[in-house]
């Protein structure tokens, strides 16, 4: 089931927010300790039979992360009460034990989730505490907060370990504990929470229905499904996630594309192998660091030292480099015919790497400027090129240097992205209007740089160029099938 916490402070917004996400979530959550009139409990108790989907009653302390703050002789009091309306479960926490409670929700039908909550940590009694509510009778809820990515590999094994309690919750809160809202079936747990996009509680690692139900389809995953995805640090601000589950979804595969936001690789892989995880992009800040691990290289990994794609191959991990050639699709063709000679490239970064030696396996002249010219002219001397600095070109430039007359110039660095869009990495560079320019930026589309660029009557090549091509040859390389042509 995908269960959406109702959050809002009055009983008419969450039924707003509930009949808006009716056809993406099977239950939901009142959160009576946010609510501004929980002592007016007549409409409270009547809203299970105007609700469109099962109601779970919960009314959270503030030490479980709630808000509740007042006596608890006053919440069970007003708990019992509540049980009159057709709640279809009610989330009692696990030190609350207090006779009466339980036989009068179960005189209600009402169903205990028993749940404990740890805001800091996954505690060590995690699987134990577990097992004893299973023991009792009740549904056990565990929402705990992973802060590392060893902490979500120990959660997806407990959950094996757990596999004889059909009926229990297991959450990871937190950037971390996304894999187990997404994969919350492999948990085996019966519920994953998401929040209504914008409401005031979405903390971060909170999904919303649209993502859970249509993006990731987390209610039709199940053990047969393929599991890829990507690592990085952060990395739930990336696109890929839409890119492959859509193409997923058009195909009718059976494969989900899960971000794992990750801090040490050696504890992904472990987890990867552990989990069947048949493949992953690999994104800021480990395409330099995954190396080691790999059993396999392709020719293009050796060459640049950065790998964005790992597939997993007889056994071993094998890393290959789609930037290098989605960099290259939208200008393959000038560079094969001899359009491009020479090129600019703008940066020194990580990203570099590739299209440095995109352009040089192309026998293209590449000229290298960089804020820090030191790491220009590393690169300049690995790769054959040459390092220029910002006041060197412009002198050239002025005076009609053949060497610096670019058909090409590529801007790499983070310069123009957003929030900063009016920023412009190179602005005493006066294109002539002949030349593409090309900007790996992808947000936004059309950068200052582009716009500059377009205005002296530039061909210009977009940032989405190069991800959707890396994107669909990813998906080439870890399906076997081709990316839909129409989405
Ligand atoms: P990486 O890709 O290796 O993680 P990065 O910090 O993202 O590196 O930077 C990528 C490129 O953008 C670098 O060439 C960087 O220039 P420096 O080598 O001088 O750091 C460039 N860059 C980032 N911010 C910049 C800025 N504000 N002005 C100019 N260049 C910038």
Wanted: glycine content about 8%.
């Amino acid at each position: 089931m995908i269960g959406l916490t109702l959050t809002e402070n009055s009983l008419e917004k969450n039924l707003l927010l509930c009949q808006n996400h009716a056809d993406q979530i099977d239950i939901a959550e009142l959160r009576v300790d946010l609510l501004d009139e929980q002592d007016i409990l007549e409409p409270i108790i009547r809203f299970p039979s105007v609700a469109p989907v099962p109601i779970i009653l919960t009314y959270r302390r503030s030490r479980d992360g709630g808000a509740y703050t007042r006596s608890e002789r006053l919440r069970i009091q007003r708990l019992k009460r509540l049980f009159s309306g057709a709640f279809a479960y009610v989330d009692l926490e696990e030190d609350l034990q207090h006779s009466g409670l339980e036989q009068a929700a179960a005189d209600h039908n009402i169903k205990v989730i028993r749940s404990f909550h740890d805001m800091h940590q996954v505690p060590g009694d995690f699987l134990k505490r577990i097992t004893r509510i299973a023991e009792q009778g009740e549904i056990p809820k565990a929402a705990v907060m992973p802060t590392s990515f060893a902490d979500v590999s120990r959660l997806f094994s407990c959950a094996k370990e757990l596999e004889k309690i059909d009926r229990k919750i297991l959450i990871g809160m937190g950037v971390f504990g996304v894999p187990t809202r997404i994969l919350y079936r492999r948990c085996g747990s019966m519920l994953t929470f998401c929040a209504g996009a914008g409401t005031r509680r979405g903390a971060p690692g909170q999904l919303t229905p649209e993502q859970l139900k249509t993006l990731y389809r987390a209610d039709t995953i199940s053990a047969k499904t393929a599991v890829y995805g990507i690592i990085g640090n952060p990395v739930m601000h990336t696109a890929s996630p839409a890119i492959h589950n859509s193409g997923y979804m058009k195909l009718g595969i059976d494969a989900v594309y899960v971000p794992f936001h990750v801090d040490d690789i050696r504890n992904f892989l472990n987890f990867a192998e552990a989990n069947e995880v048949r493949g992953f992009s690999v994104t800021i800040p480990h395409k330099k660091q995954i190396l080691p691990f790999l059993g396999k290289v392709s020719r293009e990994v050796k060459q640049i030292g950065s790998c964005n794609t790992v597939i997993r191959e007889k056994g071993l991990w094998k890393g290959i480099n789609t930037d290098y050639y989605g960099f290259l699709h939208p200008i393959l063709e000038d560079l094969e015919t001899g359009l491009i000679r020479k090129a600019l490239v703008i940066g020194a970064g990580g990203a570099d790497r590739a299209v440095v030696w995109g352009l040089r396996n192309f026998s293209a002249h590449v000229g290298i400027v960089n804020r820090t010219h030191s790491s220009a002219v590393k690169l300049a001397e690995e790769t054959g090129s040459r390092a220029y600095s910002t006041s060197e070109l412009e002198e050239l430039r002025e005076a009609g240097d053949e060497s610096v007359q670019f058909d090409l110039v590529v801007q790499t660095t983070s310069v123009g992205m957003e929030p900063d869009i009016t920023a412009d990495p190179l602005p005493s560079y006066r294109f002539r209007g002949d030349e593409i320019a090309y900007d790996l930026i992808y947000t936004p589309k059309v950068t200052k740089f582009l716009q500059r660029a377009s205005q002296a009557g530039c061909r210009i090549v977009y940032g989405y160029e190069m991800l959707y091509q890396q994107g669909v040859l990813q998906f080439k390389s870890f399906t076997g099938v081709d990316y839909p042509q129409q989405l």
